[in-house]
Structures are given as C-alpha cells and as structure tokens.
C-alpha cells in the first residue's frame, strides 16, 4: 500500500488550498477510512479531519467551518479542501489510511501560511 500526497504549497492569509491523496496497492473495492494530520515546527502530529468509506468526515475544532474533506472511491483518492487559511494552519501535511488495522502513510506535503 502506497500513498501519495500532493497539493502543499505557499499560500497568504485568507487563502485556500486542496490536498489530495491517492491509495495504491489496495484489493479491490477496498474504502479504508483516512485522514490527514499535521505537524507544525516543534510540535507534535495532530489529526485534522478523518473520513470514513461511507464518506462520512469529522475535523478538529480549528478546522470546522473552514476545512472540507471528501473522497472519490472510484480513485482512491481524498482531497482536503482548506479556505480561511490563517499562520497556524502552517505544517507538514500527511495523509493515512488504516488498512485492515494496519497504518499507512503518505510522505508529507509542506503547507506555509503567511502573515
């Protein structure tokens, strides 16, 4: 199982970006659950928003109203739509997909919000 993030980028205050996420390596019709976390500078990895097969998403409190999470299963893909970008949202980005119990992870994709 391979994942593979893309979609970081430099973006000012206010701005929005999409991270997506494509799973390869899976049995077909496989629809794990995923997400994605971020770790800033010195801090630890948090979770921001999870999604389940059925499409069904949660979020961290900061990302409620601003951060949209969806899948496309026919591509095994998930993308992270992000709007009201603010400085905190700055990290690295990973996706994950739990397979059968067994975490998988994307390389990581650098998101910088400036001020």
């Known amino acids: 199982v391979q994942l593979q993030a893309s979609g970081g980028g430099l973006v000012q205050a206010g701005g929005s970006l999409v991270l997506s996420c494509t799973v390869s390596?899976?049995?077909?019709?496989?629809?794990?659950?995923m997400a994605w976390y971020r770790q800033a500078a010195g801090k630890q990895r948090e979770l921001v928003a999870s999604?389940?097969?059925?499409?069904?998403?949660k979020y961290i409190d900061s990302a409620k109203g601003r951060f949209t999470l969806s899948r496309d299963n026919a591509k095994n893909t998930v993308y992270l739509q992000m709007k009201s970008l603010n400085p905190e949202d700055t990290g690295v980005y990973y996706c994950?997909?739990?397979?059968?119990?067994?975490?998988?992870w994307g390389q990581g994709t650098l998101v910088t919000v400036s001020s």
């Open positions: 994950n997909a739990d397979v059968f119990g067994a975490m998988h």
């Open positions: 390596g899976l049995i077909a019709g496989t629809h794990s659950p």
């Open positions: 999604i389940n097969s059925d499409g069904s998403a």
